[in-house]
């Protein structure tokens, strides 16, 4: 695994290159506080990057934010 981040992951994908950028979930919308929070902290633990002004990456896949209730009621 250290070798495959460290030079690159061969998944024998051969389809086109694309941006996807999709659109957050409407419980960010509800719960943004919350969601800043969570992230703010994920940024100072290390395990992300960014917010970024600008995105320098040609073929950058964006997955949609949003916060789902858990079992037990706390937002994760």
Known sequence: LR????????????????????????????H????????????????IMGPFNNLHLANIHLSPVGLVPKADGVDG
């Open 32 to 47: 943004h506080y919350e969601l800043v929070e969570k992230v703010n902290k994920a940024i100072k633990l290390g395990r």
């Open 3 to 30: 070798n495959g981040f460290t030079n690159g992951l061969k998944l024998n994908y051969s389809g086109p290159r694309v941006n996807v950028w999709s659109n957050n979930l409407r419980s960010l919308d509800e």
